[in-house]
C-alpha cells in the first residue's frame, strides 16, 4: 500500500509518501516570515503558490506517479484556518480526480507515531512540544489489550498559556531577530550565561507568559539578549523536564519519547536523555525533519490508521482548527 500525506496546518507545506510504513519521501516548503509572526493569509498564499512543485519533487523522489497512490492522508488539525484548508482542498482534488482514498489525521497524532514508529519505543510517554502546542501525553492502557494503534492519546499535562515555541518566537521577535525562529534563537543564547527568571509548574502542567513578560522586561532594561535567551530555554526546559518527570513516575512508564519542533532543539534532547538516565528510562527522539511539520508522517499516522479502520467517503471530511488528541475517536466515528 502507499500513501501520500499532506501537511500544511502552520508555516510548512509537506508532502511524503510512505509504503507499509517505508517512508519513500519527505518533500517541504516552508513559509518563513520576516520581521513579523505567521499572516494566516500569507502562509497560505505560500502554500498554494508551492503545492505543484512539493508534490512532484515528493513523486519524484519516492520513484512513484500518482497513479501508484493507493491513499491521500491529510492533516485536519490543530492549525491556522487559512494554511491548513490549502491542504486539505488539494487532497480532496487529488482523491476526487484520480479515484483514490482520503483521510484527516490529527497533526499531534502523527508526530507521535512516526516517532514511535522511527525510535522503535512502542507506547512511551510522550512530551510533544512545538510552537503551538506543549503537552504530555500517553495512550490509554485498555487500547493496547485491544490490540488496536492508539487512538485513545490522553493529555496528563499541558501549557496552560502559549506554546513553549510561540515563547521563543514572539521573545525572538521583541529582540528584533530578522527571522524570529527558535533554531535562531538558540544560536545566541549559545553565548549567554544563566540569569534567574519566573519559573512555573503546576503538576504537571506549565505557563510560559510570566516567564515572556519577565524576560521582555530584563531586555527593556538593558540586560545582555544572550543572556536573557540562554536562560529562557534553561528555565523553560527545566520546567519541560520537571514537569515530564513527574509524568513519567506517575505512570510508571519506563519509556519517553519528545517529538515537534522544539524537540529538534539538542539542548531540550541532552536534558531529557540525562534525566532518563538517572531514571532509568529509555529516551527516543526521531531525525530533525520528522520533527519539523512534514508529510511523511502524516502520510504514515493515515496509513496506518486506515488499515485498521479504513475511511469515510469524500464528502466526509473537513478542517478542524482546534483539533485535540481526545476528539480522535469521535472524528474518525471509532467505537
Ligand atoms: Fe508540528
Not at 519533487?57 to 497513479?67: F, N, P, Q, W
Not at 502523527?110 to 516517532?115: C, N
Not at 510561540?166 to 525572538?172: A, K, M, R, S, V
Not at 522544539?262 to 540525562?274: G, S
Request: hydrophobic residues 40%; aromatic residues 8%; neutral net charge.
Amino acid at each position: 500500500m502507499i500513501t501520500l500525506g499532506i501537511e500544511s496546518t502552520a508555516h510548512t507545506l509537506g508532502i511524503g509518501v510512505v509504503e507499509n510504513g517505508k517512508v519513500l519521501s519527505n518533500a517541504m516548503d516552508t513559509y518563513k516570515p520576516i520581521g513579523e509572526g505567521i499572516y494566516p493569509r500569507k502562509a497560505a498564499d505560500h502554500h498554494s503558490e508551492v503545492f505543484v512543485n512539493v508534490l512532484e519533487e515528493s513523486l519524484s523522489k519516492a520513484r512513484v506517479g500518482i497513479d501508484d497512490i493507493d491513499l491521500i492522508s491529510f492533516a485536519q488539525g490543530p492549525g491556522i484556518g487559512a494554511p491548513l484548508r490549502v491542504g486539505i482542498i488539494g487532497a480532496k482534488y487529488l482523491a476526487a480526480k484520480y479515484g483514490k482514498k482520503v483521510i484527516g489525521v490529527n497533526h499531534a497524532y502523527a508526530h507521535v507515531k512516526i516517532s514511535e514508529h522511527l525510535t522503535g519505543l512502542k507506547n512511551p510517554l510522550v512530551l510533544y512540544v512545538s510552537g503551538g502546542n506543549t503537552q504530555i501525553l500517553i495512550e490509554e492502557p485498555h487500547e493496547k489489550r485491544e490490540n488496536k494503534p492508539g487512538i485513545r492519546l490522553h493529555v496528563l499535562g499541558e501549557t496552560l498559556d502559549i506554546g513553549i515555541g510561540n515563547l521563543f518566537d514572539t521573545f525572538g521577535r521583541t529582540i528584533g531577530l530578522e527571522y524570529a525562529h527558535g533554531a535562531v534563537l538558540a544560536k545566541l543564547a549559545e553565548g549567554g550565561t544563566y540569569v534567574e527568571l519566573p519559573y512555573t509548574v503546576k503538576g504537571m502542567n506549565l505557563v510560559f507568559s510570566g516567564l515572556l513578560t519577565q524576560a521582555e522586561k530584563l531586555v527593556r532594561e538593558g540586560a545582555k539578549k544572550e543572556d536573557i535567551a540562554h536562560s529562557l530555554f534553561e528555565t523553560s526546559f527545566a520546567m519541560l523536564c520537571e514537569a515530564t518527570e513527574r509524568a513519567l513516575f506517575l505512570t510508571k512508564k519506563k519509556k519517553l519519547i519528545v517529538c515537534g519542533g522544539v524537540a529538534q532543539n539538542r539542548k531540550l534532547q541532552e536534558m531529557l536523555r540525562l534525566m532518563c538516565k538517572e531514571d532509568g528510562v529509555k529516551f527516543g527522539v526521531a531525525p530533525d525533519e520528522f520533527n519539523r511539520d512534514n508529510g511523511a508522517m502524516i502520510a504514515y499516522a493515515g496509513e496506518v490508521l486506515f488499515k485498521k479502520y479504513g475511511t469515510h467517503p469524500i464528502q466526509y471530511w473537513k478542517p478542524i482548527q482546534n483539533y485535540r488528541v481526545e476528539m480522535i475517536k469521535e472524528i474518525m466515528r471509532i467505537d
